[in-house]
């Protein structure tokens, strides 16, 4: 799927181990929890991060390993290689049966339509040339889904990779109507807002990076498991209250400090308009998140429909998350 805008990578490939004593760690964490991240350790998995620590803070010791791709993350869960990944693992568990289940919903794939102002609503769009991300990939889900709502058809179907590209394509005039991040989109209006608008977008965004395990081992780490989900769902409810609680957490415990002050600088501006965007849901998942889901990714054309008969459990285990709404309430 389309990936973010890469705000302070540290690494492309980084192994970063935090142990707890041993006396500290719950019964079933005797070992450090292996982390696969399908993203760089960036500004944007921030968050997780501080969960992460939180989760230690309660004895969990964990071992994260940061990958480029996704795909990397995803394999290494699958060959027992990590024990927690994070990416979008719907397609692998259903087109390789793969045991996977899906934790908590750690971002949402909040994308915006963009337009030259000459295209006032979604109908003047109709039979126009429309610029996508990649064939198969999120902005030409979103697209095909707003189409069909707005029965309209696209023109020309063009492809150019990463959102940052496509704004300078617009900048330049060589774009007129494409589908980018919430970063570039704030830098598009920053630069031309005079020239170009925001056209609506979908009300309810599908899961972009999910939290997951094996059944297997979620079944032999309970307590653990519990732990993280409780921890991650926390921090994402105090974030959608305050989204300074990140900043204060990193500067708290070191984390990103090898990154320029200028980065670090737009760590609570960038939670802040996430936050609002819909980017990180409080709510962490569920029933009706997964349903969002199958409908999006069987639009997309990474999981085989209809979705109404994709069945929740297949995808999901929703014991940890109902246990940690039970205990901090709602």
């Known amino acids: 799927m389309i990936r973010k805008t890469g705000l302070g990578v540290l690494a492309a490939a980084l192994a970063v181990t ?3 004593p041993a006396a500290q760690r719950p019964a079933a964490a005797a070992e ?3 982390v696969a991240l399908g993203d760089v350790v960036s500004v944007e998995t921030l968050a997780f991060v501080v969960a992460m620590e939180r989760a230690k803070d309660r004895g969990v010791a964990y071992e994260l390993t940061s990958f480029a791709k996704e795909e990397l993350a995803l394999q290494a869960v699958v060959n027992g290689q990590a024990d927690l990944g994070v990416g979008t693992p719907y397609s692998v568990i259903q087109k390789a049966k793969v045991p996977l289940r899906n934790l908590f919903q750690m971002s949402a794939l909040v994308f915006f339509p963009v ?3 000459k295209y006032k609503t979604w109908k003047d769009l109709d039979g126009q040339p429309f610029t996508f991300h990649a064939r198969g990939t999120g902005t030409e889900a979103i ?3 707003i189409a069909k709502r707005e029965g309209i058809s696209f023109g020309q179907r063009s492809y150019v990779p990463g959102s940052e590209n496509r704004i300078i394509g617009m900048i330049n005039g060589q774009i007129n109507a494409t589908i980018v991040d919430l970063a570039n989109k704030n830098l598009l209006m920053s630069k031309a807002a005079d020239r170009f608008h925001i056209l609506p ?4 965004p599908a899961s972009d990076e999910l939290v997951f395990a094996s059944q297997k081992w979620i079944d032999a780490n309970r307590q653990t498991v519990d732990v993280i989900v409780e921890e991650l769902l926390n921090l994402w409810r105090e974030m959608s209250k305050d989204p300074a609680v990140v900043e204060r957490e990193r500067a708290k415990r070191g984390l990103l ?3 320029p002050k200028e980065v670090l600088s737009e760590v609570t501006k ?3 308009e996430g936050t609002a965007a819909g980017l990180y849901n409080p709510i962490g998942g569920g029933e009706a998140v997964a349903k969002g889901d199958f409908d ?3 639009s997309a054309g990474q999981l085989q429909g209809p979705a109404e008969s994709l069945a929740v459990g297949d995808y999901w285990d929703l014991r940890p998350l109902e246990a940690a709404r039970k205990k901090l309430g709602g």
Do not use: E
């Not at 977008?201 to 309810?204: A, S």
């Open 18 to 20: 935090m142990l707890a």
């Open 32 to 34: 450090a929890v292996r």
């Open 115 to 117: 337009a030259d102002k």
């Open 143 to 145: 697209g095909s889904i």
């Open 201 to 204: 977008g979908l009300d309810t």
């Open 257 to 259: 400090a090898d990154l």
């Open 270 to 272: 960038f939670y802040t």
């Open 296 to 298: 999006f990714y069987v």
